[in-house]
């Protein structure tokens, strides 16, 4: 298994700041993944973060509202830039190992924007 | 495009009666179809995956490529069975597109 912690584990923000979330796993692992989950929903993947280079963000999503970084094998951070009560929701990282399938998650991060 | 369908957003039923999650996927390539579940309290966890073909908790889910169906069943329903469940498809590096979810109650 893969032992993951999220800062902050809940924030409530005013509209239009931004708040960066970090991720952190207890072990190097080749895939990082940044997801939401918007009130009453299901989770969408926001973006796989890449170790080095830019993250690689899916349709619907954009760098300069998510930027992700992941500077090593083991860190990744999701930044909700001029936040709006729209982005009001969970968000959660989750990690692959190299040659496995499952992903596992971290406890999350909700949000709420006033 | 890759959806997942879960048609009941909850179940409840009693202990000791059988269980049945509903889950429909469309995708053009070979799926990869996996349940996930969600304790109160606890993180998103995987329950089992299509290809492994093995029983988790008494839980066990068939992939029907005909029916496009990957439903989780369970005969004897109990109490701890109680969570969030949900099925997700997998996609190229494993990205997991999510259903809606299934909140299933057991009564005692």
């Known amino acids: 298994s893969a032992v993951i912690s999220q800062k902050p584990s809940r924030d409530i923000c005013q509209r239009g700041t931004s708040l960066t979330i970090q991720c952190q796993v207890d072990?190097?692992?080749?895939?990082m993944f940044w997801y939401r989950q918007q009130p009453g929903q299901s989770l969408t993947l926001i973006a796989t973060?890449?170790?080095?280079?830019?993250?690689?963000?899916e349709s619907g999503f954009v760098i300069d509202k998510f930027p992700i970084s992941r500077p090593n094998l083991t860190f990744s951070t999701l930044t909700v830039s001029n936040m709006s009560p729209e982005d009001s929701s969970i968000y959660l990282c989750?990690?692959?190992?190299?040659?496995?399938?499952?992903?596992?998650f971290g406890p999350g991060t909700r949000l709420t924007v006033t | 495009a890759q959806r997942v369908t879960q048609p009941e957003k909850l179940l409840s039923v009693f202990k000791g009666a059988p269980v049945e999650l509903k889950c429909n996927y469309s995708y053009s390539g070979s799926p990869e179809l996996f349940w996930y579940v969600q304790y109160s309290r606890q993180r998103l966890q995987l329950l089992l995956r299509?290809?492994s073909r093995e029983s988790i908790k008494g839980f066990t889910a068939d992939l029907n490529k005909g029916e496009t169906s990957f439903h989780l069943k369970k005969p004897f329903a109990q109490e701890e069975d109680s969570a969030m469940y949900y099925c997700?498809?997998?996609?190229?590096?494993?990205?997991?597109?999510f259903g809606q979810g299934t909140r299933l109650t057991i009564n005692p």
């Open positions: 989750s990690v692959v190992r190299q040659g496995a399938y499952e992903q596992y």
């Open positions: 997700a498809l997998g996609q190229g590096a494993q990205k997991l597109v």
């Open positions: 973060a890449n170790q080095g280079s830019e993250a690689t963000y």
């Open positions: 299509h290809i």
């Open positions: 072990s190097q692992v080749t895939m």
